[in-house]
């Protein structure tokens, strides 16, 4: 455990760092009620260990965490810090936000980081006034306005003239991308350790946009379409957007109780990698899959005197073993290769994930596969391994997450242009007879 120094006059900040495989754990001290608001957040188990003693183990997320005085960090196991992470792979491939516009200097500036890179975009997108836009309204009035709502107007009001139930377009700026500024803004300023200038920033922000409504924590984010109307809000909107729904902050008496980024790295990074490959493969004859279930098998073997290796189907559709085959890559309906991202990187869960594959490539009848993981050190590279006995190869495929968005991107174009080469060699594939889809 390190002591942070938040500034003049502030108190120390207790700061406990693991890596997101620990599981032996570390005893802090905690009131209950600090221990179960991170028990609450789900980045570490909180067992307890005496009085006011708890001992912190990893829960398999990773992210950040202040509270009471202590900032617990879970850290990634494929190199990365916390504010790369955030920024560098919480994106879809028509999404991509640009991490040049977040001036994190080292991990331990992840609050301030992401305040001062809201407080800043923010100002830079309300700079030319407030963007308005029509939003529809139900209301009851004494007077029409817009359409009556007849069906309604029978149902909550039957026999009487008024009120009106009504419905009408208002012009306003309680828009969905306003209200995504100013939820991000006002739950960033409660932070503590916060440099003042980004906490007033912040709060000008807030102010700003008191004519857009809150969003309630755990409410469910409105959605946005980047527009020409809204792009000069676009890149606030970008960061904003996943501050409210990646950013917790519970506040108590002006301040905040406790502030959390949590985030499960295995489904992020496979969420990643199927993005990048679905923009890179899809179009021109070619297409990505998302886990088709392939049948290994083509039925069961007769029985009495027939010849060995003589099947016959089986009695039932549902009599099979099938398979999950990872991201598939087919061109003019016929499987190229599959791709199966895969998290943690050690070479035991490695192992087990070849298995996996050599029954995929066996029922899809291709003879190379790919198995895509985060990089551990800067110098890995792609190893093709053969599997003894059959001419099927298994590539470990890893991509390096710690160079940011460019060059983990174009590890994965270089990965679909070797799929679109095995899909112009006509070697490269082999029919399996009694193949069998199940999409």
């Known amino acids: 455990m390190t002591t942070i120094s938040t500034g003049p006059g502030a108190s120390e900040l207790m700061a406990l760092e693991f890596d997101e495989f620990d599981r032996r754990g570390r005893l802090v001290t905690l009131s209950w009620e600090g221990a179960q608001h991170l028990s609450q957040t789900g980045l570490v188990e909180v067992l307890p260990a005496g009085r006011d003693t708890w001992r912190l183990i990893p829960s398999g997320a990773v992210g950040s965490v202040r509270v009471e005085g202590l900032s617990v960090r879970v850290l990634p196991a ?12 919480d994106h879809a491939a028509d999404d991509a936000f640009l991490s040049s516009a977040v001036p994190a200097r080292d991990d331990d ?6 305040a001062e890179s809201m407080a800043r975009l923010a100002h830079q997108a309300l700079a030319a006034g407030l963007l308005r836009g029509y939003r529809r309204v139900d209301e009851a009035l004494t007077t029409v306005r817009g359409r009556i709502r007849l069906g309604d107007q029978i149902r909550r009001h039957p026999g009487m003239t008024i009120p009106l139930e009504v419905t009408y377009s208002e012009f306003t700026p309680d828009i969905a991308e306003n209200r995504i500024l100013r939820t991000a803004a006002h739950r960033l300023q409660f932070l503590s350790e916060l440099p003042d200038a980004t906490r007033r920033r912040l709060a000008m922000v807030d102010a700003r946009l008191s004519d857009a409504s809150l969003i309630p924590q755990g409410a469910p984010v409105p959605a946005w379409t980047p527009s020409r109307l809204n792009a000069r809000y676009q890149d606030a909107l970008s960061l904003a957007d996943r501050i409210v729904r990646r950013i917790s902050v519970e506040v108590e008496d002006g301040h905040a109780a406790s502030a959390a980024f949590v985030t499960e790295m295995p489904e992020l990074f496979g969420r990643y990698v199927e993005a990048e490959l679905s923009a890179a493969l899809d179009g021109r004859s070619g297409r990505l899959l998302h886990n088709p279930v392939v049948n290994l098998d083509s039925g069961t073997e007769a029985d009495g005197d027939a010849p060995s290796g003589r099947h016959r189907a089986p009695a039932g559709d549902g009599d099979h073993i099938s398979v999950r085959t990872g991201l598939v890559y087919e061109v003019d309906g016929e499987p190229v290769t599959t791709f199966v991202p895969t998290y943690p990187t050690d070479r035991r869960t490695r192992a087990a994930e070849h298995y996996r594959l050599l029954a995929a490539c066996t029922a899809l009848g291709v ?29 470990e495929y890893p991509v390096d997450l710690s160079g940011g968005p460019a060059d983990s991107r174009r590890a994965i174009v270089e990965l679909a242009e070797h799929a679109r080469t095995l899909a ?6 082999h029919r399996t007879e009694g193949r069998r889809h199940a999409r």
């Open 78 to 89: 494929a190199s990365l810090g916390l504010t790369q992470l955030f920024f560098l792979l």
């Open 109 to 114: 500036e992840l609050w301030s980081s992401v």
């Open 367 to 395: 003879n190379r596969a790919y198995l895509v993981y985060p990089a551990q050190r800067r110098d890995d590279f792609p190893q093709p391994r053969r599997i003894v006995h059959t001419d099927i190869s298994i590539v």
């Open 424 to 429: 112009c060699a006509p070697a490269a594939r």
